[in-house]
């Protein structure tokens, strides 16, 4: 009898999860998948941002590829790019340009294009990059435009060397289904040295 009740007393405490602890199991459970969502969500939204950053460094470089070829004393001050609509954009190389703002705070260059004034004719374009490459029916992406602007300075101290700054930064609202907007974004901004 005495050994019945020790065996009844055992099972009683050691019978299984009761529903408090089943319900602190599931709470922890879900916690833990909507905190790993919010890191695969973050991640997509990175990985588009960076994509649409490194397109802006790649057209700002293959402007900036189109600008310093042309040297100072070229007789001929302009050249063209040609977007993925067909669109021929016309590129004056002569010095003047985009209006720069003063950023003397970075280490790397006391002066940037300006995107909150109004663009200068010649000096800049709204390039349409396109989204290719899907051969097998699949939707490929939404194209994007970059705003590109540029400015060539006056030759340097009276010599033969300018400075040139390209900047180009994404201006699409909506980026493969994701508001752009929700992100920072700062122009992608190029200096090189122009001579003869």
């Not at 602890?21 to 997509?44: C, F, K, P, Q, S």
């Not at 302009?78 to 209006?99: E, L, V």
């Not at 390209?166 to 190029?190: C, I, M």
């Amino acid at each position: 009898m005495k050994r019945n009740r020790q065996l009844q007393q055992r099972r009683g405490s050691n019978s299984g999860f009761s529903l408090i602890e089943l319900l602190i199991a599931m709470i922890v459970l879900v916690v833990g998948l909507l905190g790993g969502m919010i890191v695969i969500l973050t991640a997509i939204a990175s990985n588009a941002r960076n994509r649409f950053d490194t397109a802006a460094v790649a057209l700002a470089q293959s402007t900036m590829d189109r600008i310093v070829v042309l040297t100072i004393s070229a007789g001929i001050q302009t050249t063209s790019i040609t977007d993925c609509d067909g669109t021929a954009h016309s590129m004056t190389t002569a010095p003047g340009g985009a209006p720069l703002v003063d950023l003397s705070g970075i280490s790397n260059g006391v002066q940037a294009i300006d995107f909150t004034q109004n663009p200068v004719a010649g000096y800049q374009m709204l390039y349409k990059l396109c989204a290719t490459g899907a051969a097998d029916g699949l939707p490929t992406g939404n194209p994007q435009l970059y705003d590109v602007r540029w400015n060539v300075s006056n030759p340097i101290n009276g010599g033969s060397t300018e400075l040139v700054l390209v900047a180009a930064k994404n201006v699409t609202e909506d980026g493969n289904g994701a508001r752009q907007t929700r992100f920072f974004n700062v122009p992608a901004t190029l200096r090189a040295l122009r001579g003869n």
